[in-house]
């Protein structure tokens, strides 16, 4: 994103020309966090099927913890990084 190359001072193409394996690592933890998100819009879509359909306790607080146990440490980490100014 801009706001992490701006935070960073340097584009992930500069990375790569100095560090080919930063560049890496980068890029594989770019991918993760695309499967993270992937991952808990399936569990929730799943969790509101099974669970909030049907107005079981259970899903309530299982889409609160999950959706916190991501989205909190996201804010946390993005936040100082500038997303939000």
């Given at each position: 994103m801009?706001?992490?190359?701006?935070f960073i001072g340097t584009t992930l193409e500069e990375i790569s020309a100095?560090?080919?394996?930063?560049?890496?690592?980068?890029?594989?933890?770019?991918r993760l966090a695309g499967v993270l998100f992937i991952s808990v819009w399936?569990?929730?879509?799943?969790?509101?099927?099974?669970?909030?359909?049907?107005?079981?306790r259970w899903?309530?607080?299982t889409t609160?913890?999950?959706m916190g146990t991501v989205n909190v440490p996201m804010v946390?980490?993005?936040?100082p990084?500038?997303?939000?100014?």
């Open positions: 801009d706001y992490h190359e701006e100095h560090n080919p394996n930063l560049d890496i690592l980068a890029r594989i933890f770019i399936i569990l929730l879509i799943a969790v509101i099927h099974y669970g909030l359909r049907k107005a079981e899903a309530w607080w609160l913890i999950g946390a980490v993005t936040r990084v500038g997303a939000f100014a």
